[in-house]
């Protein structure tokens, strides 16, 4: 996946491994794949059991972008 901090220095020395996500809260990655955050807590909803009170899932890959489609004709999804 070729994970990198999005918004560093390119010479910056990161290590990206589970020690590390363990002792962070919110990162944010450029990958080959695209962009990835992964956060530990949410502005304006607040940490992993608050989010839980908001919990939607979504099928990712097969369904995928019929589901932004529904949203986005629902208003429910916000531009990039």
Same mark, same amino acid.
Not at 47 to 55: I, P, Q, V
């Given at each position: 996946?070729?994970?990198?901090? #999005?918004?560093?220095? !390119?010479?910056?020395?990161?290590?990206?491994?589970?020690?590390?996500?363990? =002792?962070?809260?919110?990162?944010?990655?450029?990958?080959?794949?695209?962009?990835?955050?992964?956060? %530990?807590?949410?502005? $304006?909803?607040? %940490?992993? =059991?608050?989010?839980?009170?908001?919990? *939607? *899932?979504?099928?990712?890959?097969? *369904?995928? *972008?019929?589901?932004?489609?529904?949203?986005?004709? =629902? %208003? !429910?999804? #916000? $531009? =990039?």
């Amino acid at each position: 996946m070729n994970a990198t901090l #999005r918004g560093a220095a !390119k010479d910056l020395h990161f290590l990206l491994d589970p020690e590390t996500l363990l =002792r962070g809260l919110n990162f944010t990655f450029d990958t080959d794949i695209g962009k990835i955050n992964i956060l %530990g807590e949410v502005q $304006g909803v607040g %940490g992993y =059991r608050e989010c839980l009170a908001h919990l *939607s *899932s979504v099928e990712l890959w097969n *369904s995928m *972008s019929g589901d932004i489609a529904q949203r986005t004709n =629902r %208003g !429910k999804t #916000r $531009g =990039r």
